[in-house]
């Protein structure tokens, strides 16, 4: 091992996904000296854009969704408001796959009441919502616990367990409601009802600069959702070190020795930015003399801290891209795309119009679409050779959307540990990385594993972090 001669010192960001990236972006405007260490040959982690044959495919998520007014300034101080894409205003209708056949969302009170999407008990359900009585024990609950109680078990079954696999490709059962949906939950614990709270907190959060996920805009850019991270790594430059794993890091008197391919390099404070299951396998190394905290907590030792992380379930996921000639394709395919519910029986989580949401996703006359398998209902699935996935996936299109002839164009993506599951349970890891802050000075941690899975939470995240790291770094001053 060679050690590298000691310069000013700087932050530390492990890990280049975008919550890295973005965290890494902002401490360098505001002056901070900044060393992201990414441990693979390319930044962006699942986001991954390729254009081929006229098609442009994303090897994992397609849009970002602008929860927060934090996103949109990003996207400014990027530079790339000129390359923005809004989603197209016809691509709106989400749908559900109900008795095998797609359909439409309801996007209104009278549209639901009129929907087949669910039947005449499920609607009363609705309207009795309001008169359930919150529960006030304390115990923690699945997000089918919580639905099946407030409403019936028909919408855990037929919507919300087709929900959570759009989301996290997970398991409703499992799925922790306050972890996983804290402002559902919050709408219980605010106004004692969903419907109240959908009605009456309206005005909160127009007053936050918040949206909700399901009225946010969608965007993406005019080369797909890569166009982000390859701006912010360049704007970085050299200050981004790729193929640069991090082994170990050691708090010293003087601040952290951040150990990565074989190279030793000081830093004032450390952001870990990567995987839980990553985190996992990291060496922290923090002498009794250095501690804060109280030394008499014996189990917040550091390795058992991030031993613990191994426990965090990432399922697998595929992404599958097919084009079709528009002639083949029965659908019309105008909407964001569709979600599967389990109890359907097919193999698919769900579907996305991808050439319907923004122009030049497929060549004139052709249609795309980007389907996801495995997730916790099928996880076997996920890895299967990417010739079996295309048939796997076109089996259940033809049927879902009256596609007659062959794909022209695929392209399979494989993610063996696609998303953290917030289970029920997950706030033992969320303490844990509180406990390791307050007990390591200098030492934050930020991402998908602790604020949210969606790229608007890990966009946020990575502004929140910086923001926090530079007001820290000023104090110690």
């Not at 704007?235 to 170990?248: E, I, S, T």
């Not at 119009?353 to 122009?359: A, G, K, N, T, Y």
């Not at 398998?373 to 796997?392: M, N």
């Not at 406990?435 to 899975?453: K, M, T």
Request: hydrophobic share 40%; with cysteine.
């Amino acid at each position: 091992m060679k050690r590298a001669a000691q310069t000013s010192k700087s932050v530390a960001v492990i890990g280049g996904g975008i919550t890295g990236l973005t965290a890494a972006f902002y401490l360098a405007k505001r002056g901070v000296a900044v060393t992201l260490y990414e441990a693979s040959e390319r930044v962006g982690g699942v986001i991954r854009s390729t254009r081929r044959d006229g098609f442009l495919a994303e090897f994992g998520p397609n849009t970002i969704l602008e929860t927060s007014p934090k996103i949109r300034t990003l996207i400014s101080d990027a530079g790339l408001e000129a390359r923005r894409l809004a989603t197209h205003p016809e691509a709106e209708a989400r749908y559900l796959v109900r008795g095998g056949r797609p359909l439409a969302m309801p996007s209104s009170p009278p549209g639901f009441l009129t929907t087949r999407l669910f039947s005449l008990r499920a609607k009363l359900a609705v309207l009795r919502e309001p008169f359930i009585k919150q529960r006030v024990d304390g115990e923690e609950e699945s997000i089918a616990q919580f639905v099946e109680r407030r409403l019936n078990r028909e919408f855990v079954d037929h919507a919300i367990d087709a929900l959570v696999a759009g989301i996290y490709a997970g398991d409703p059962h499992k799925l922790s409601l306050p972890h996983a949906f804290p402002k559902i939950k919050a709408l219980e614990d605010r106004y004692g009802s969903l419907i109240k709270g959908q009605i009456l907190g309206a005005r909160d959060r127009k007053r936050s600069g918040e949206v909700a996920k399901d009225r946010a805009a969608k965007f993406s850019f005019d080369e797909g959702l890569q166009v982000l991270p390859d701006a912010l790594a360049a704007q970085l430059g050299d200050r981004v070190r790729l193929n640069a794993p991090v082994q170990k890091i050691s708090l010293t008197q003087d601040g952290w020795q951040v150990l990565a391919a074989d190279r030793q390099t000081e830093h004032c404070a450390v952001i870990y930015c990567g995987t839980a299951h990553q985190l996992a396998k990291l060496e922290i190394a923090i002498p009794p003399a250095a501690q804060t905290g109280d030394p008499a907590q014996a189990a917040l030792r550091p390795g058992s801290l991030t031993e613990l992380f191994s426990e965090i379930s990432y399922p697998p996921v595929a992404s599958v891209v097919l084009g079709f000639r528009r002639q083949d394709v029965q659908h019309s395919c105008q909407g964001f795309g569709l979600l599967v519910p389990k109890v359907e029986g097919f193999k698919l989580l769900g579907t996305i119009f991808s050439s319907s949401l923004f122009p030049n996703r497929a060549p004139p006359g052709h249609v795309a679409l980007t389907s996801y398998v495995g997730g916790a209902r099928y996880p076997e699935l996920a890895a299967l050779p990417a010739a079996e996935l295309c048939e796997l996936t076109l089996a259940d299109l033809r049927v879902l959307l009256g596609i007659t002839g062959q794909p022209v164009y695929s392209h399979t993506a494989f993610w063996p540990r696609a998303i953290p599951q917030y289970n029920v349970g997950y706030g033992r890891y969320r303490e844990r990385l509180a406990e390791l802050e307050s007990w390591a000075p200098q030492l934050f941690f930020a991402g998908h594993y602790r604020d949210g899975v969606s790229l608007g939470d890990s966009i946020v995240s990575g502004v929140n972090i910086a923001e926090r790291v530079a007001q820290s770094l000023s104090t110690a001053s």
